[in-house]
């Protein structure tokens, strides 16, 4: 699925907090690993305006002071191949491209981490990567605590599904990753009445426990046509959840639940001025989610 690692370090331990996954990602298999910073000049100005007039030499420090932090932490990975590199320009867009140079490249940055006065939280650094990036993205919820040095197991993989082609795409890197790291595949879909179903007709009144049933029936069976899918290709290991509720609310409860687990999920597969919009479940999960996500572009 993967043949290289991107991870965008802003001087942070929260952003740091990622690291923490690389073991786990390198399981098998040993990548190359680059690290990366961004000086932003913008920022540079902003934060310290009495000195804007030795913008050069401000410069010239930030990146030397990136270099050296980052030529640190990659002492750290002493069995994996790792470079590092530190450019000026706007972070998002800085990891975009370096990340767009290689199909192969999973992008694995914390969605928190700050340098300064500028966060990368969603809605900024993160959630620009996000919406733009065509690569698959890893995106760890963030702890100041975490130095980024403990190994974090995978244990569950949990697809979402919502029995459209689209979803189902996230399928195979998932089977890969769950044979990779060892772990279930754990295949859910909520589900709920449509509007429509709180609506009767004259003289009639619809019985919502019956289509509440044959609705969550359906879904199970959908879920266990491709749970013995996942089995033909390998993945020994599945079950299936059926969730009554809103989509975006129900994955994140049963991610809650299930002890070292990831969400892997997909993206609609645009670019440009057409990239899916803010509020689509996905967005609303990485959000919210206390769990690690992987989120995959369909193509």
Same mark, same amino acid.
């Given at each position: 699925?993967?043949?290289?690692?991107?991870?965008?370090?802003?001087?942070?331990?929260?952003?740091?907090?990622?690291?923490?996954?690389?073991?786990?990602?390198?399981?098998?298999?040993?990548?190359?690993?680059?690290?990366?910073?961004?000086?932003?000049?913008?920022?540079?100005?902003?934060?310290?305006?009495?000195?804007?007039?030795?913008?050069?030499?401000?410069?010239?420090?930030?990146?030397?002071?990136?270099?050296?932090?980052?030529?640190?932490?990659?002492?750290?990975?002493?069995?994996?191949?790792?470079? $590092?590199?530190?450019?000026?320009?706007?972070?998002?867009?800085?990891?975009?491209?370096?990340?767009?140079?290689?199909?192969?490249?999973?992008?694995?940055?914390?969605?928190?981490?700050?340098?300064?006065?500028?966060?990368?939280?969603?809605?900024?650094?993160?959630?620009?990567?996000?919406?733009?990036?065509?690569?698959?993205?890893?995106?760890?919820?963030?702890?100041?605590?975490?130095?980024?040095? @403990?190994?974090?197991?995978?244990?569950?993989?949990?697809?979402?599904? @919502?029995?459209?082609?689209?979803?189902?795409?996230?399928?195979?890197?998932?089977?890969?990753?769950?044979?990779?790291?060892?772990?279930?595949?754990?295949?859910?879909?909520?589900?709920?009445?449509?509007?429509?179903?709180? $609506?009767?007709?004259?003289? $009639?009144?619809?019985? $919502?426990?019956?289509?509440?049933?044959?609705?969550?029936?359906?879904?199970?069976?959908?879920? @266990?046509?491709?749970?013995?899918?996942?089995?033909?290709?390998?993945?020994?290991?599945?079950?299936?959840?059926?969730?009554?509720?809103?989509?975006?609310?129900?994955?994140?409860?049963?991610?809650?639940?299930?002890?070292?687990?990831?969400?892997?999920?997909?993206?609609?597969?645009?670019?440009?001025?057409?990239?899916?919009?803010?509020?689509?479940?996905?967005?609303?999960?990485?959000?919210?989610?206390?769990?690690?996500?992987?989120?995959?572009?369909?193509?």
């Amino acid at each position: 699925m993967y043949e290289k690692l991107l991870i965008p370090l802003d001087g942070s331990r929260a952003a740091e907090s990622v690291l923490s996954f690389v073991e786990v990602l390198q399981s098998g298999i040993h990548v190359p690993m680059e690290l990366v910073s961004a000086v932003d000049v913008s920022v540079l100005t902003t934060q310290r305006l009495d000195e804007a007039r030795y913008l050069d030499q401000l410069i010239v420090e930030a990146e030397r002071g990136f270099t050296e932090y980052l030529r640190a932490i990659a002492t750290k990975f002493k069995n994996f191949q790792v470079t $590092y590199a530190v450019e000026r320009g706007k972070p998002a867009e800085i990891i975009i491209r370096r990340a767009a140079a290689a199909a192969g490249t999973l992008i694995l940055m914390a969605t928190h981490g700050r340098s300064g006065l500028s966060r990368w939280l969603l809605g900024s650094v993160a959630e620009k990567v996000l919406r733009a990036t065509s690569n698959p993205l890893f995106l760890g919820r963030s702890a100041e605590q975490n130095s980024g040095h @403990d190994r974090v197991p995978v244990r569950s993989i949990i697809v979402p599904l @919502d029995g459209s082609p689209l979803a189902e795409s996230v399928l195979n890197p998932a089977m890969e990753m769950a044979q990779r790291f060892q772990a279930e595949i754990v295949l859910l879909q909520a589900y709920e009445l449509p509007a429509a179903a709180y $609506y009767g007709r004259e003289n $009639y009144l619809p019985n $919502y426990d019956e289509l509440k049933t044959q609705g969550q029936s359906n879904v199970q069976g959908y879920l @266990d046509e491709k749970a013995e899918f996942v089995r033909a290709e390998g993945v020994r290991n599945v079950r299936t959840i059926v969730a009554d509720g809103l989509a975006a609310d129900q994955i994140v409860q049963c991610a809650e639940r299930i002890p070292h687990s990831l969400l892997a999920m997909c993206t609609h597969g645009r670019t440009g001025l057409q990239r899916w919009t803010v509020g689509s479940v996905t967005e609303k999960v990485v959000r919210h989610s206390r769990r690690p996500v992987l989120v995959v572009r369909a193509r």
